[in-house]
């Protein structure tokens, strides 16, 4: 067969065919010293499909020279097999890992989104919390340490989350570098991930608000909360709930002063 024939029958480009004999891997049987014309035969036939089906599995070309050199049974494949396998299931990890990012990053700006298109004011709300399913890194320590527990929570558990990321405060006070604190995701699904609690909050009766801006301006809204659970005769309870609808960004850092925070305080009837 000329090359062009032999192009349509083997499914392979004339460019791919001329770079394979520069290298090596499939060569015509015959090739005019006058003209250039080149011609395959029945021997390149059997290569080429052996090579069709090797480039399938993602061989590169020096790999697929050394295989049609050394090989010429199944059998002597067992090496280059699970060689190639070894980097395809590491590519996939790879690659699943990009995916559950990517959604994660979708959801936490879709959550952003909604965040934002809220009434920019500081209306209470009363609420009624559904039951949640989170997984969640309980700590004692620093206020500002949260931000190394969601990075450890959205690598193990990203791919499962189902909503934005919140923090939960045990605490009914203020307290120094030994706040009991709660890094947590919405997931869709109970997992068991190391160092990780996988659990149903529990809901209920809350007042919300939700805070633009920085964090450190967050003890404004909580202000203007705890007033309103004073004024209704309601008493605070915990742990407080603060959702990060929109916060520095997964990507390109983002300016405080647009981030988006829910903060929920449950409430219950006071005990005169």
């Known amino acids: 067969m000329t090359i062009g024939a032999f192009s349509a029958a083997t499914k392979l480009t004339v460019k791919t065919l001329r770079l394979y004999e520069a290298e090596g891997i499939l060569v015509p049987e015959r090739v005019d010293p006058l003209t250039g014309y080149r011609d395959y035969g029945e021997n390149s036939w059997r290569r080429a499909r052996v090579i069709g089906t090797l480039r399938e599995f993602g061989f590169s070309h020096r790999e ?3 295989i049609v050199t050394a090989c010429f049974d199944d059998g002597d494949l067992a090496v280059f097999f699970e060689k190639r396998l070894r980097e395809v299931e590491s590519d996939m ?11 994660l990053c979708l959801r936490s700006e879709a959550a952003g989104a909604k965040g934002e298109n809220m009434k920019r004011d500081t209306e209470i709300r009363e609420k009624i919390l559904g039951e949640v399913l989170l997984c969640g890194i309980r700590y004692r320590g620093g206020y500002g340490e949260i931000g190394t527990r969601f990075q450890e929570l959205f690598r193990k558990a990203g791919r ?20 009991d604190i709660e890094a947590c ?6 997992v068991s991930l190391e ?3 996988c659990r149903v909050l529990e809901g209920g009766r809350a007042l919300c608000a939700v805070h633009y801006g920085p964090y450190e301006t967050l003890g404004n809204t909580y202000k203007l909360l705890f007033d309103a659970i004073e004024g209704r005769g309601l008493s605070a309870l915990t742990p407080t709930r603060e959702i990060y609808l929109k916060g520095p960004g997964m990507v390109f850092p983002r300016s405080p002063e647009r981030f988006v925070t829910e903060v929920q305080i449950p409430v219950g009837a006071r005990n005169d």
């Open 93 to 103: 990890a790879r690659l699943r890992s990009a995916r559950d990012r990517l959604i």
């Open 185 to 190: 995701l919405p997931v869709k699904k109970t």
């Open 195 to 197: 160092r990780i609690d």
């Open 160 to 179: 499962h989350a189902q909503g934005a990321p919140m923090g939960l405060y045990y605490d009914g006070e203020y307290r120094e570098g030994d706040a």
């Open 64 to 66: 697929l020279l050394e």
